[in-house]
């Protein structure tokens, strides 16, 4: 009920920057929250960064002082901008959100994935 598209995925050069969107769509009352995960080849995913519909953000160490993540709730988006991009960066991105349908039901939805790659 709840879709999620991103976009923004792309090869990059180490140092470099890039800018992932992702925006909801389907029947939603209203999102809490919004992030990020990564999943790296034989790795497990996890957590990059979140944002609550107060603002409040939430960063991996590993991310800290280099990744933003800012929302929109007006058009139900969430932005990820990647700054001083490094190999070990290089993931399938996910955006996820969590809120409530406008049938009063909890639904928490996951996008489909893009690719980042870190490499020169």
């Known amino acids: 009920q709840v879709q999620l598209v991103e976009s923004g995925g792309d090869l990059v050069q180490p140092g470099g920057s890039l800018r992932l969107s992702c925006t909801a769509s389907?029947?939603?009352?209203?999102?809490?929250?919004m992030g990020w995960h990564r999943q790296a080849p034989g790795k497990q995913r996890e957590l990059v960064a979140r944002?609550?519909?107060?603002?409040?953000?939430y960063y991996a160490d590993s991310v800290k002082g280099r990744f933003t993540i800012s929302r929109d709730n007006a058009k139900n988006t969430v932005d990820l901008q990647m700054n001083s991009l490094r190999p070990e960066d290089t993931a399938v991105y996910y955006c996820?959100?969590?809120?409530?349908?406008?049938?009063?039901?909890?639904?928490?939805?996951w996008g489909q994935g893009t690719q980042v790659t870190v490499s020169s």
């Open positions: 996820n959100a969590e809120g409530i349908t406008s049938y009063y039901r909890d639904f928490g939805s």
């Open positions: 944002i609550l519909r107060s603002g409040s953000t």
């Open positions: 389907g029947r939603i009352l209203s999102i809490n929250a």
